[in-house]
């Protein structure tokens, strides 16, 4: 069989026992899909240029570091590389402080502007794509409680009636849910913050 006709499992195989023309042929296979889809967000031949060459720098390490698992789904994982660096570039060319965060500051209070640009809406999306991420991860009194605040808007008070529990615990559950989301950021190297 040649090389143009293997899966894409088969040729990662074959290119990480030492065929480099294997992964010659993944990239012609997918450089326009991937290009495309970087042009579009950043609408800069240049740039997109970078992002793409940066996009199969970032495959080629982790396929050689051994820490590509993704079974049959070598696309979806690619364009996932290259749009987490589109993101990334529109976070660092607003030259913003990428704090973390705190007790006083919540990845639930991003404040809504009209005047968004793109690159701020997709920042944006990804943020709110991670948070229900690190949600789903929490433990189901913490997740109850968040869910309840952030997305029913419901107060501690009718948190506590609804879960039957103390205020104190619905606020002390919501505590362990940020804490949890911070760390559980952190180790997933999320940011979590525009500013």
Do not use: C
Request: charged letters at 30%; proline letters at 2%.
């Amino acid at each position: 069989m040649r090389a143009s006709e293997s899966s894409d499992q088969e040729l990662i195989r074959s290119y990480l026992s030492g065929k480099d023309t294997a992964f010659e042929v993944l990239l012609e296979r997918h450089k326009s899909k991937v290009y495309t889809h970087i042009l579009i967000k950043v609408k800069d031949r240049d740039l997109a240029n970078d992002i793409f060459q940066d996009t199969f720098i970032k495959v080629v390490n982790t396929l050689k570091a051994g820490k590509y698992n993704e079974e049959g789904k070598f696309l979806p994982w690619l364009m996932r590389i290259a749009h987490n660096l589109v993101i990334d570039h529109f976070r660092r060319s607003k030259k913003m402080p990428m704090s973390r965060e705190t007790e006083e500051f919540s990845p639930f209070s991003i404040i809504s502007n009209n005047e968004l640009g793109q690159d701020d809406e997709m920042i944006i999306q990804q943020i709110h794509l991670d948070v229900r991420k690190l949600v789903k991860l929490l433990p189901k009194e913490q997740r109850e409680v968040v869910i309840m605040r952030h997305y029913n808007e419901m107060s501690f008070k009718e948190i506590a009636e609804a879960t039957d529990v103390s205020i104190n615990t619905a606020l002390g559950r919501m505590r362990y849910a940020l804490i949890n989301m911070r760390k559980m950021a952190d180790e997933h190297k999320m940011i979590l913050s525009m500013y």
